[in-house]
């Protein structure tokens, strides 16, 4: 079996030949070529020691980006290549670093180590593909399985556990029984890796096209992350328009909302207040008022404290707080909406309203869906349209209420304001002279009420 590799992989493979090595592209990027994917990063295992991967390429740039871990950066016309000595890894005390490496001659030592047997290839023009751990055949029936032991590999990196995950979830492939089990058995390990590079798993995990799968197979494992969310496991909404319990429905409302990690992480936690708002009515029927802001704030805490990036969670806390409002196809409305939100933002909570409708009960379902058909077609039209639903679209501003003798900020904000809600309820159009008529004599007003 053969790769088409480009020039710049090859080049890296024969100069290290060419100087007496071997060089093998290996892990990823061997995986991505032989399903079609592209590949974005070319990494490379040699028998080379990083001393002698510099040597050989001397006239480049080379970063010494790992060297005690056998990890030089080799950087080709503004591209980076990362080359890494064969070598046996020690024991991992931090549950990501090995304490000590030592460098190998045999590439069998180097692919032993490896997480996956998919991510255990390594391939050169020479040799074609080596294939050890018989990742050809899992790469075939879409199965990920660890080299060797399990227990060993969670034990040496927990975050394999959600990289296991998220392989499944984006490539839609199954994981091996013994992985499996060893997964959930090995979940409570995650809780010594970092935040940071557990978003970033859990991230891909949830844009993936089979995140749904993997979130009702694994929630355990997303409930050792998260803990807030296994108040949602076999929870009964106990409502006609609810035929899933919350995290059924949650995880359906994931699976139909665009592959988004903003808006998926929002779907992820919409509902996540519910089981503390519940009341129940005298003919048996939940109701969960004001549950989209305890969800919110939930949200945020949850967020903050796994370190997601601040404007990541101020746009998925306000998808969460406005998803369940129910707007109707007029103009006054969405441009109320439109204005509170911006147009990107209520973009994707029109896109968050579909998906928590189509992963509800058919009950009512289909004049949801009309309704809300119709909020987004006035939605394009004032947007394609050019109508007034911002300051920034108002036909006057503030110099104009400076201009009238206000200048107290807080009181030209007032004028403002309520010449768009003027404008956005239709008593008035966005009409310079009629705006800066009404401006004054709101500004008389504000002045006898000194």
Not at 350 to 355: E, H, N, T, V
Request: glycine share 6%; aromatic share 8%.
């Amino acid at each position: 079996m053969r790769i088409d590799m480009p020039a710049l992989p090859s080049f890296v493979i024969n100069r290290l030949e060419e100087n007496g090595f071997e060089c093998f592209a290996v892990g990823g990027c061997v995986r991505d070529c032989l399903i079609g994917r592209k590949v974005n990063d070319w990494d490379f295992t040699t028998n080379a020691t990083p001393e002698e991967i510099q040597s050989c390429f001397s006239d480049f740039t080379t970063i010494d980006v790992g060297a005690e871990y056998g990890t030089i950066c080799v950087v080709i016309d503004s591209e980076s290549f990362e080359i890494t000595t064969y070598r046996t890894d020690g024991e991992y005390a931090d549950s990501r670093h090995p304490d000590s490496v030592v460098f190998s001659k045999n590439l069998f030592d180097d692919l032993s180590r490896r997480d996956f047997t998919i991510n255990a290839l390594a391939f050169n023009e020479k040799s074609g593909i080596v294939d050890i751990f018989d990742g050809l055949t899992d790469l075939e029936y879409g199965v990920i399985r660890c080299v060797g032991e399990p227990d060993v590999r969670f034990s040496e990196d927990a975050l394999r556990i959600m990289r296991a995950l998220r392989f499944a979830s984006t490539f839609g492939y199954s994981i091996e029984a013994k992985t499996s089990k060893s997964i959930l058995e090995n979940k409570d390990n995650l809780n010594a890796v970092a935040s940071e590079r557990i978003i970033k798993e859990l991230g891909k995990l949830l844009v993936g096209s089979h995140a749904d799968f993997i979130l009702r197979r694994y929630k355990e494992v997303i409930a050792t992350i998260i803990p807030e969310v296994s108040v949602m496991f076999n929870f009964d909404q106990k409502s006609p328009h609810h035929n899933k319990d919350l995290w059924r429905h949650t995880v359906s409302a994931i699976k139909h909302t665009p592959q988004d990690e903003v808006m998926r992480t929002a779907m992820l936690l919409h509902d996540i207040g519910k089981p503390m708002t519940v009341s129940t009515d005298v003919n048996g029927r939940s109701h969960f008022y004001n549950h989209p802001k305890l969800s919110a704030a939930m949200a945020n805490t949850i967020l903050r404290r796994l370190k997601y990036p601040t404007a990541f969670i101020n746009t998925v806390l306000i998808l969460i707080e406005y998803h369940d409002d129910r707007l109707t196809p007029y103009s006054p409305c969405v441009k109320s909406y439109l204005r509170k939100l911006g147009e990107e933002n209520m973009r994707m909570l029109l896109s968050i309203q579909r998906a928590d409708i189509l992963a509800q009960s058919l009950y009512e379902r289909e004049d949801k869906i009309s309704t809300l058909d119709a909020v987004c077609a006035e939605f394009e039209r004032v947007i394609n349209s050019d109508e007034c639903y911002s300051l920034s679209t108002l036909a006057i501003n503030g110099k104009d209420i400076i201009h009238l003798g206000v200048s107290s900020g807080e009181n030209i904000g007032k004028v403002l304001d309520k010449c768009l809600d003027k404008v956005i309820s239709g008593e008035l159009s966005n009409n310079h002279d009629e705006l800066i008529s009404f401006a004054k004599n709101m500004i008389k007003s504000l002045e006898g009420m000194r």
